[in-house]
């Protein structure tokens, strides 16, 4: 079992939340969790991207629109910025009174928020397909307009645009190393590769042995 992990995530009754499963947050969230496990089916192509202007199908901001500020895809959660909050209590202890904050509470990209087609800023179902040269676009199924990738959705936390990110070849790894295959995969098991590569030859006759 991996060792990132926390030991809440083995258990049957588990919180999910924005935070990662890896992070100290989901450990100290799921200290006393007493919440079914939600099983999530993955959506195999991904429409959604952070930059994207989608609009609200459920809850009280039923029909507004807003700029899709963060993905969770592992939960198929997006969080639109100024939409679906919620107060709550942060550093609330024995001592302190804490502090009210507004906090974007997440929304299924599955039937709460839908893509805008931004050249009429109506809602659109959405599908890839390719142009001529063979580079996937998303497309509005109600007007037939290609729906650009957001520039937002290109940022990371080491740029801002990929273009002007600048290489230190001294720490970072090269692309070719990256993408060069070094492990050749094969039907022995580890002890056959050992002794293969000892040149260690089994001429052992193993017993019979028998299921029932």
Known sequence: MPNYLPREVKRRRVRFTTNRPWSA???????????????????????????????????????????ITQVIQERNWVIVGGLNWHF????????????????????????????????????????????????????SLRTGRIIPLPFAAEETHDYKDPTSYLENESKDTKAADVEAITFDPSLKTFEMEIMEVMDIKEDRVPKKSYFY
């Not at 799921?30 to 192509?45: C, D, G, L, T």
């Not at 709460?112 to 931004?118: A, F, G, I």
């Open 88 to 139: 709550r209590y942060i550093g609330k202890g024995e001592d302190t009174r804490g502090m009210l904050v507004r906090s974007e509470a997440p929304l299924l990209v599955t039937n709460q928020v839908s893509l805008v087609d931004p050249s009429d800023d109506k809602l659109t179902k959405v599908e890839w397909r390719y142009t001529e040269e063979g580079e996937p676009v998303r497309v």
């Open 25 to 67: 947050e989901f450990e100290k969230q799921n200290q006393f969790s007493h919440r079914n496990r939600v099983y999530v089916q993955p959506i195999k192509n991904w429409l959604f991207f952070k930059g994207d202007r989608v609009e609200v199908l459920h809850g009280r901001d039923k029909g507004k629109q807003g700029l």
